[in-house]
Protein backbone atom coordinates (compact mmCIF):
# COMPACT_ATOMS: atom_id res chain seq x y z
CA UNK A 1 0.00 0.00 0.00
CA UNK A 2 1.48 3.43 -0.44
CA UNK A 3 1.82 5.89 1.68
CA UNK A 4 -0.74 8.06 2.20
CA UNK A 5 -0.72 9.78 5.75
CA UNK A 6 2.94 11.79 6.41
CA UNK A 7 3.13 12.29 10.32
CA UNK A 8 4.95 14.83 11.85
CA UNK A 9 5.98 14.81 15.53
CA UNK A 10 7.09 17.83 16.98
CA UNK A 11 9.56 17.06 19.99
CA UNK A 12 10.27 13.91 18.54
CA UNK A 13 13.17 13.47 20.96
CA UNK A 14 11.41 14.24 24.30
CA UNK A 15 9.80 11.90 26.79
CA UNK A 16 6.44 11.27 25.06
CA UNK A 17 8.06 11.43 21.69
CA UNK A 18 10.58 8.57 22.28
CA UNK A 19 7.84 6.88 23.71
CA UNK A 20 5.59 7.26 20.39
CA UNK A 21 8.39 6.35 18.33
CA UNK A 22 8.53 3.00 20.09
CA UNK A 23 5.40 1.89 20.12
CA UNK A 24 5.07 2.67 16.09
CA UNK A 25 7.80 1.09 15.34
CA UNK A 26 6.09 -2.13 17.18
CA UNK A 27 2.71 -1.70 15.21
CA UNK A 28 3.85 -0.55 11.89
CA UNK A 29 1.18 0.77 9.56
CA UNK A 30 1.82 0.73 5.76
CA UNK A 31 0.37 3.76 5.02
CA UNK A 32 1.65 5.48 7.33
CA UNK A 33 5.22 7.66 7.17
CA UNK A 34 6.38 9.13 10.36
CA UNK A 35 9.04 11.82 11.05
CA UNK A 36 9.88 12.43 14.46
CA UNK A 37 11.56 15.97 14.96
CA UNK A 38 14.19 17.41 17.33
CA UNK A 39 14.89 21.30 18.18
CA UNK A 40 17.94 20.34 16.36
CA UNK A 41 15.73 20.22 12.91
CA UNK A 42 14.46 23.78 13.19
CA UNK A 43 13.46 26.30 16.15
CA UNK A 44 10.02 25.96 16.24
CA UNK A 45 9.74 29.35 18.07
CA UNK A 46 10.62 30.70 14.64
CA UNK A 47 7.80 31.18 12.15
CA UNK A 48 10.50 30.96 9.02
CA UNK A 49 12.13 27.94 10.39
CA UNK A 50 9.14 26.40 11.34
CA UNK A 51 8.00 27.06 7.49
CA UNK A 52 10.58 25.53 6.30
CA UNK A 53 9.87 22.48 8.68
CA UNK A 54 6.84 21.64 7.26
CA UNK A 55 7.73 22.67 3.24
CA UNK A 56 9.94 19.73 4.20
CA UNK A 57 8.15 16.98 4.63
CA UNK A 58 4.66 18.33 3.80
CA UNK A 59 2.78 16.54 6.46
CA UNK A 60 -0.61 15.52 6.71
CA UNK A 61 -1.11 14.90 10.14
CA UNK A 62 0.59 16.83 13.01
CA UNK A 63 1.46 15.18 16.86
CA UNK A 64 2.22 18.72 18.48
CA UNK A 65 4.71 17.80 21.38
CA UNK A 66 7.23 20.19 21.56
CA UNK A 67 6.99 22.65 24.49
CA UNK A 68 9.03 24.07 26.99
CA UNK A 69 8.37 21.95 30.64
CA UNK A 70 9.47 21.13 33.36
CA UNK A 71 8.83 20.12 36.86
CA UNK A 72 7.76 22.70 39.58
CA UNK A 73 10.49 24.56 40.83
CA UNK A 74 11.37 25.42 37.25
CA UNK A 75 8.11 26.77 36.39
CA UNK A 76 8.20 28.82 39.20
CA UNK A 77 11.63 30.67 38.35
CA UNK A 78 10.80 31.02 34.56
CA UNK A 79 7.22 31.69 34.17
CA UNK A 80 7.87 34.39 31.60
CA UNK A 81 10.06 32.01 29.33
CA UNK A 82 7.33 29.05 29.61
CA UNK A 83 4.58 31.60 28.35
CA UNK A 84 6.45 33.23 25.93
CA UNK A 85 8.58 29.84 24.19
CA UNK A 86 5.48 27.67 24.24
CA UNK A 87 2.82 30.93 22.78
CA UNK A 88 5.38 31.33 19.92
CA UNK A 89 5.95 26.85 19.31
CA UNK A 90 2.11 26.81 19.62
CA UNK A 91 1.25 29.64 17.39
CA UNK A 92 3.87 29.04 14.56
CA UNK A 93 2.93 25.29 14.06
CA UNK A 94 -1.01 25.92 14.46
CA UNK A 95 -0.88 28.46 11.88
CA UNK A 96 1.75 26.58 9.32
CA UNK A 97 -0.81 23.38 9.66
CA UNK A 98 -3.17 25.84 8.31
CA UNK A 99 -1.38 27.30 5.80
CA UNK A 100 0.26 24.20 4.77
CA UNK A 101 -3.40 22.43 4.69
CA UNK A 102 -2.39 19.94 7.48
CA UNK A 103 -5.85 17.73 7.66
CA UNK A 104 -5.30 16.77 11.49
CA UNK A 105 -3.17 18.25 14.40
CA UNK A 106 -3.28 16.70 17.95
CA UNK A 107 -1.45 18.82 20.59
CA UNK A 108 -0.79 18.74 24.21
CA UNK A 109 -2.52 19.96 27.04
CA UNK A 110 -1.32 19.25 30.95
CA UNK A 111 -3.78 18.26 33.87
CA UNK A 112 -1.73 21.11 35.41
CA UNK A 113 -3.05 23.93 33.52
CA UNK A 114 -6.89 23.54 34.84
CA UNK A 115 -8.67 25.91 37.24
CA UNK A 116 -6.55 25.93 40.89
CA UNK A 117 -9.75 26.47 43.03
CA UNK A 118 -12.36 24.02 41.23
CA UNK A 119 -14.62 21.30 42.03
CA UNK A 120 -12.98 17.56 41.92
CA UNK A 121 -12.34 15.52 39.87
CA UNK A 122 -11.87 17.97 36.53
CA UNK A 123 -12.89 16.67 33.49
CA UNK A 124 -12.66 18.59 29.88
CA UNK A 125 -15.35 21.23 30.29
CA UNK A 126 -13.62 22.88 33.08
CA UNK A 127 -9.99 24.34 31.41
CA UNK A 128 -11.19 27.63 31.20
CA UNK A 129 -12.93 28.42 34.52
CA UNK A 130 -10.79 30.54 36.46
CA UNK A 131 -7.33 31.09 37.48
CA UNK A 132 -3.99 28.35 37.73
CA UNK A 133 -2.20 27.57 40.32
CA UNK A 134 0.24 30.30 40.62
CA UNK A 135 3.31 28.13 40.51
CA UNK A 136 2.81 27.78 36.97
CA UNK A 137 0.63 30.21 35.62
CA UNK A 138 2.98 30.89 32.52
CA UNK A 139 2.86 27.86 30.93
CA UNK A 140 -0.80 27.00 31.87
CA UNK A 141 -2.27 30.44 30.15
CA UNK A 142 0.25 29.13 26.78
CA UNK A 143 -1.18 26.00 27.18
CA UNK A 144 -5.00 27.05 27.32
CA UNK A 145 -4.44 28.82 24.17
CA UNK A 146 -4.37 26.09 22.38
CA UNK A 147 -7.51 25.17 22.98
CA UNK A 148 -8.65 28.27 22.23
CA UNK A 149 -6.89 28.66 19.11
CA UNK A 150 -8.48 24.99 17.72
CA UNK A 151 -11.78 26.23 18.20
CA UNK A 152 -10.77 29.26 16.52
CA UNK A 153 -9.33 27.38 13.98
CA UNK A 154 -12.18 24.91 13.40
CA UNK A 155 -15.08 27.59 13.37
CA UNK A 156 -13.24 30.48 10.99
CA UNK A 157 -11.60 27.10 8.64
CA UNK A 158 -13.29 24.11 9.22
CA UNK A 159 -9.66 22.81 10.64
CA UNK A 160 -9.46 19.27 12.74
CA UNK A 161 -6.98 20.65 15.46
CA UNK A 162 -7.77 19.07 18.93
CA UNK A 163 -5.98 18.98 21.93
CA UNK A 164 -5.15 15.79 24.79
CA UNK A 165 -4.68 16.59 28.08
CA UNK A 166 -2.15 14.10 30.21
CA UNK A 167 -1.91 13.27 33.56
CA UNK A 168 1.78 13.24 34.92
CA UNK A 169 3.95 11.42 32.47
CA UNK A 170 7.23 9.16 33.19
CA UNK A 171 9.28 6.39 31.09
CA UNK A 172 12.48 6.43 29.46
CA UNK A 173 14.17 9.10 27.71
CA UNK A 174 12.67 12.04 30.73
CA UNK A 175 14.98 14.72 31.59
CA UNK A 176 16.84 13.76 34.75
CA UNK A 177 18.36 17.48 35.16
CA UNK A 178 17.47 17.51 39.04
CA UNK A 179 17.04 21.84 38.23
CA UNK A 180 14.22 21.27 36.01
CA UNK A 181 12.95 17.98 36.29
CA UNK A 182 9.58 16.52 36.88
CA UNK A 183 9.06 14.83 40.14
CA UNK A 184 9.67 10.83 39.20
CA UNK A 185 13.18 11.41 37.03
CA UNK A 186 14.22 13.84 39.48
CA UNK A 187 13.78 11.11 42.64
CA UNK A 188 15.01 8.22 40.47
CA UNK A 189 18.24 10.41 39.42
CA UNK A 190 18.77 11.46 42.71
CA UNK A 191 18.36 8.24 44.62
CA UNK A 192 20.95 6.43 41.94
CA UNK A 193 23.44 9.10 42.87
CA UNK A 194 22.92 8.58 46.49
CA UNK A 195 23.03 4.51 45.93
CA UNK A 196 26.46 5.29 44.18
CA UNK A 197 27.88 7.04 47.04
CA UNK A 198 26.32 4.55 49.60
CA UNK A 199 24.29 6.90 51.16
CA UNK A 200 21.38 6.42 53.62
CA UNK A 201 19.47 9.20 53.61
CA UNK A 202 17.13 10.08 50.23
CA UNK A 203 15.47 13.34 50.65
CA UNK A 204 11.96 14.01 48.90
CA UNK A 205 11.10 17.67 48.49
CA UNK A 206 8.16 19.05 50.01
CA UNK A 207 5.84 17.31 52.37
CA UNK A 208 5.38 14.38 50.29
CA UNK A 209 1.44 14.62 50.40
CA UNK A 210 0.71 16.02 47.37
CA UNK A 211 -1.59 13.52 45.36
CA UNK A 212 -0.95 13.24 41.30
CA UNK A 213 -1.69 10.93 38.38
CA UNK A 214 1.47 9.43 37.28
CA UNK A 215 0.74 8.04 33.30
CA UNK A 216 3.66 5.55 32.07
CA UNK A 217 5.00 7.01 28.82
CA UNK A 218 4.06 3.81 26.90
CA UNK A 219 0.37 3.99 27.90
CA UNK A 220 0.30 7.40 26.86
CA UNK A 221 1.82 6.93 23.35
CA UNK A 222 -0.88 4.05 22.67
CA UNK A 223 -3.59 6.56 23.29
CA UNK A 224 -2.03 9.12 21.38
CA UNK A 225 -1.94 6.85 18.07
CA UNK A 226 -5.93 6.25 19.19
CA UNK A 227 -6.15 9.83 18.75
CA UNK A 228 -4.52 10.60 15.46
CA UNK A 229 -6.52 7.38 13.81
CA UNK A 230 -9.68 7.62 15.56
CA UNK A 231 -10.55 10.65 17.86
CA UNK A 232 -12.58 13.44 15.89
CA UNK A 233 -13.59 16.13 17.85
CA UNK A 234 -12.17 19.54 18.47
CA UNK A 235 -12.77 19.54 22.48
CA UNK A 236 -9.63 18.07 24.13
CA UNK A 237 -9.67 14.94 25.77
CA UNK A 238 -8.01 13.62 29.10
CA UNK A 239 -5.63 10.75 29.02
CA UNK A 240 -5.18 9.82 32.54
CA UNK A 241 -5.02 6.95 34.61
CA UNK A 242 -7.98 6.24 36.65
CA UNK A 243 -8.73 8.39 39.86
CA UNK A 244 -8.31 5.67 42.22
CA UNK A 245 -4.71 5.00 40.96
CA UNK A 246 -3.94 8.86 42.32
CA UNK A 247 -0.92 8.26 44.48
CA UNK A 248 0.93 10.55 47.31
CA UNK A 249 4.39 12.20 46.35
CA UNK A 250 5.70 9.77 49.62
CA UNK A 251 4.12 6.55 47.61
CA UNK A 252 6.01 7.25 44.84
CA UNK A 253 9.37 8.08 46.50
CA UNK A 254 8.33 4.78 48.17
CA UNK A 255 8.02 2.92 44.78
CA UNK A 256 11.02 4.00 43.46
CA UNK A 257 13.31 3.19 46.63
CA UNK A 258 11.94 -0.41 46.22
CA UNK A 259 12.58 -0.84 42.58
CA UNK A 260 16.04 0.30 43.55
CA UNK A 261 16.25 -2.26 46.99
CA UNK A 262 16.95 1.10 48.78
CA UNK A 263 17.52 0.26 52.72
CA UNK A 264 17.75 3.79 54.11
CA UNK A 265 15.79 6.32 55.43
CA UNK A 266 13.79 8.69 52.96
CA UNK A 267 12.67 12.33 54.71
CA UNK A 268 10.92 15.05 53.68
CA UNK A 269 12.59 18.50 53.20
CA UNK A 270 9.27 20.52 54.03
CA UNK A 271 10.97 23.86 53.74
CA UNK A 272 10.66 23.39 49.77
CA UNK A 273 7.33 23.63 47.94
CA UNK A 274 4.36 20.93 47.69
CA UNK A 275 2.85 22.87 44.15
CA UNK A 276 -0.52 22.24 43.48
CA UNK A 277 -2.25 19.82 46.52
CA UNK A 278 -4.12 17.46 43.88
CA UNK A 279 -5.31 17.49 40.27
CA UNK A 280 -7.22 14.50 40.34
CA UNK A 281 -8.84 14.54 36.71
CA UNK A 282 -11.85 12.00 35.68
CA UNK A 283 -11.26 9.96 32.59
CA UNK A 284 -14.56 8.91 31.82
CA UNK A 285 -14.48 10.55 28.58
CA UNK A 286 -11.59 8.25 27.59
CA UNK A 287 -13.50 5.09 28.88
CA UNK A 288 -16.56 6.02 26.77
CA UNK A 289 -14.34 5.35 24.31
CA UNK A 290 -11.55 2.94 24.98
CA UNK A 291 -13.52 0.77 28.29
CA UNK A 292 -10.74 -2.02 28.25
CA UNK A 293 -7.90 0.10 27.62
CA UNK A 294 -5.25 -1.53 30.18
CA UNK A 295 -2.97 1.17 32.01
CA UNK A 296 0.79 -0.97 33.01
CA UNK A 297 0.91 -1.48 36.63
CA UNK A 298 2.22 1.64 38.58
CA UNK A 299 4.90 -0.37 40.25
CA UNK A 300 5.82 -2.15 37.00
CA UNK A 301 6.19 0.88 35.09
CA UNK A 302 8.63 2.70 38.00
CA UNK A 303 10.68 -0.55 38.10
CA UNK A 304 11.18 0.09 34.04
CA UNK A 305 11.58 3.29 34.01
CA UNK A 306 14.21 2.28 37.08
CA UNK A 307 15.94 0.12 35.03
CA UNK A 308 16.09 2.22 31.94
CA UNK A 309 17.44 4.99 34.07
CA UNK A 310 20.25 2.09 35.50
CA UNK A 311 20.96 1.28 31.59
CA UNK A 312 21.35 4.22 30.01
CA UNK A 313 22.08 6.86 32.87
CA UNK A 314 25.41 7.87 31.26
CA UNK A 315 23.47 9.11 28.00
CA UNK A 316 20.55 10.58 29.78
CA UNK A 317 19.44 14.14 29.66
CA UNK A 318 21.20 14.90 33.10
P1 LIG B 1 10.44 16.86 26.87
O1 LIG B 1 10.89 15.49 27.19
O2 LIG B 1 11.02 18.01 27.63
O3 LIG B 1 10.68 17.11 25.31
C1 LIG B 1 10.46 18.36 24.76
C2 LIG B 1 10.64 18.25 23.27
O4 LIG B 1 10.39 19.53 22.68
C3 LIG B 1 12.05 17.83 22.84
O5 LIG B 1 11.96 16.99 21.72
C4 LIG B 1 12.69 19.16 22.45
O6 LIG B 1 13.71 19.02 21.48
C5 LIG B 1 11.48 19.89 21.86
N1 LIG B 1 11.64 21.34 21.87
C6 LIG B 1 11.73 22.15 22.97
N2 LIG B 1 11.89 23.43 22.58
C7 LIG B 1 11.88 23.43 21.22
C8 LIG B 1 12.01 24.44 20.23
N3 LIG B 1 12.16 25.74 20.56
N4 LIG B 1 11.97 24.08 18.93
C9 LIG B 1 11.82 22.78 18.57
N5 LIG B 1 11.68 21.78 19.46
C10 LIG B 1 11.72 22.11 20.77
O7 LIG B 1 8.86 16.99 27.00
P2 LIG B 1 7.77 15.83 27.21
O8 LIG B 1 7.71 15.55 28.67
O9 LIG B 1 8.00 14.74 26.21
O10 LIG B 1 6.45 16.63 26.84
C11 LIG B 1 5.80 16.46 25.58
C12 LIG B 1 4.46 17.21 25.62
O11 LIG B 1 3.66 16.66 26.66
C13 LIG B 1 4.62 18.70 25.95
O12 LIG B 1 3.75 19.44 25.12
C14 LIG B 1 4.21 18.81 27.40
O13 LIG B 1 3.67 20.08 27.70
C15 LIG B 1 3.16 17.69 27.50
N6 LIG B 1 2.99 17.13 28.85
C16 LIG B 1 4.05 16.60 29.54
C17 LIG B 1 3.84 16.07 30.80
C18 LIG B 1 4.97 15.48 31.61
O14 LIG B 1 4.73 15.09 32.77
N7 LIG B 1 6.19 15.36 31.08
C19 LIG B 1 2.54 16.08 31.37
C20 LIG B 1 1.49 16.60 30.63
C21 LIG B 1 1.72 17.12 29.38
P3 LIG B 1 15.24 18.64 21.91
O15 LIG B 1 15.22 17.26 22.50
O16 LIG B 1 16.00 18.68 20.65
O17 LIG B 1 15.64 19.69 22.90
P1 LIG C 1 3.76 19.13 39.24
O1 LIG C 1 3.04 17.83 39.24
O2 LIG C 1 3.40 19.99 38.08
O3 LIG C 1 3.64 19.83 40.56
O4 LIG C 1 5.32 18.90 39.00
P2 LIG C 1 6.49 18.03 39.63
O5 LIG C 1 6.54 16.71 38.98
O6 LIG C 1 7.71 18.88 39.51
O7 LIG C 1 6.23 17.93 41.22
C1 LIG C 1 5.30 17.15 41.85
C2 LIG C 1 5.45 17.14 43.34
O8 LIG C 1 6.65 16.43 43.69
C3 LIG C 1 5.52 18.48 44.10
O9 LIG C 1 4.68 18.35 45.23
C4 LIG C 1 6.99 18.55 44.58
O10 LIG C 1 7.12 19.24 45.80
C5 LIG C 1 7.33 17.08 44.76
N1 LIG C 1 8.76 16.73 44.67
C6 LIG C 1 9.44 16.00 45.60
N2 LIG C 1 10.73 15.86 45.24
C7 LIG C 1 10.87 16.48 44.05
C8 LIG C 1 11.98 16.63 43.16
O11 LIG C 1 13.10 16.19 43.40
N3 LIG C 1 11.73 17.31 41.99
C9 LIG C 1 10.49 17.80 41.68
N4 LIG C 1 10.32 18.43 40.51
N5 LIG C 1 9.43 17.68 42.51
C10 LIG C 1 9.62 17.03 43.68
Redesign the pocket.
Known sequence: MATSKVILVTGGTGLVGKAIEKIVQSERRADEKWVFLSSKDGDLCDYNSTKKIFEKHRPSHVIHLAAMV??????MSHNLDFLRNNLHMNDNVLQISFETGVEKVVSCL?T?IFPDKTQYPIDETMVHNGPP?P??FGYSYAKRLIDIQNKAYHEQHGCMFTSVVPC?VFGPFDNYN?ES????P??IR?LHDLMEKGGETF????????L?QFIYSLDLARLFLWVLREYNEVEPIILSVDEKSEVS?KE??EEIANAYDFKGKIV??TS?????YK?TASNAKLRKYLPDFEFTAFPAAISESVQWYKENYKNARN
Open positions: GGLFHNSCHSNNLSHVVGLKTVLGTGKPRILAFDMADGQK
